[in-house]
């Protein structure tokens, strides 16, 4: 059975890779997404290699630039989807 550990390493490196994927879809670079949140295109960087803590607000600022939800970007939904209603009150 893997250690916690282990599944939050596996968890943060899926949500690399989604957030990797998405600004490939959607043509956007990590130095665009990273101004857009307002954070170093090294620390998305790092995100995208799957650094295990993501600070919410940036999660929320990332997921409403991308288009999905923070639930689809932490691997908790399969569909990437914003919820109804998301792009209204951003």
Not at 45 to 62: K, Q, T
Not at 71 to 89: F, K, N, Q, W
């Amino acid at each position: 059975m893997p250690s916690a550990h282990h599944r939050d390493r596996e968890k943060a490196l899926a949500t690399g890779q989604r957030l990797t994927a998405l600004m490939d879809e959607r043509g956007i670079t990590a130095e665009q997404l990273s101004s857009k949140v307002r954070i170093q295109s090294s620390t998305l960087e790092n995100f995208c290699a799957g650094h295990p803590s993501i600070p919410s607000d940036v999660l929320r600022g990332m997921a409403a630039e991308l288009g999905t939800s923070v639930e689809y970007l932490l691997t908790s939904s399969d569909d990437p989807r914003p919820p109804v209603g998301a792009r209204e009150m951003a």
